[in-house]
């Protein structure tokens, strides 16, 4: 036996048909999975970018336009905070 005759259909054999529907629950939990990773992600870039902010110095705060306070009460939002 060949690889080929493994891939290819024998002669006269029709292709099996697959419900429309028969993905959708692999699309679903797909999708969940893409929604859990980006939140995920996004919950880490915000972390990070809080920890930065926590660790500048007053000049560097002053240098983008914030106080120690506005820094202070960034730092402190929750990750469910926009």
């Given at each position: 036996?060949?690889t080929i005759?493994?891939?290819c259909?024998?002669?006269g054999a029709?292709?099996?048909?697959?419900p429309?529907?028969?993905?959708k629950?692999?699309?679903?939990?797909?999708r969940?999975a893409?929604?859990l990773f980006g939140s995920?992600a996004l919950?880490?870039q915000?972390?990070e970018?809080?920890?930065t902010?926590?660790?500048?110095?007053?000049?560097q705060?002053?240098?983008?336009g914030?106080?120690?306070?506005?820094?202070?009460?960034?730092v402190?939002?929750?990750f469910f905070?926009?």
């Amino acid at each position: 036996m060949d690889t080929i005759d493994t891939i290819c259909l024998p002669k006269g054999a029709e292709p099996v048909k697959m419900p429309l529907d028969a993905f959708k629950p692999a699309q679903t939990l797909s999708r969940l999975a893409h929604r859990l990773f980006g939140s995920f992600a996004l919950w880490l870039q915000k972390r990070e970018s809080r920890w930065t902010l926590r660790d500048l110095t007053d000049d560097q705060l002053r240098d983008i336009g914030l106080t120690r306070s506005e820094a202070r009460t960034e730092v402190s939002k929750s990750f469910f905070w926009e």
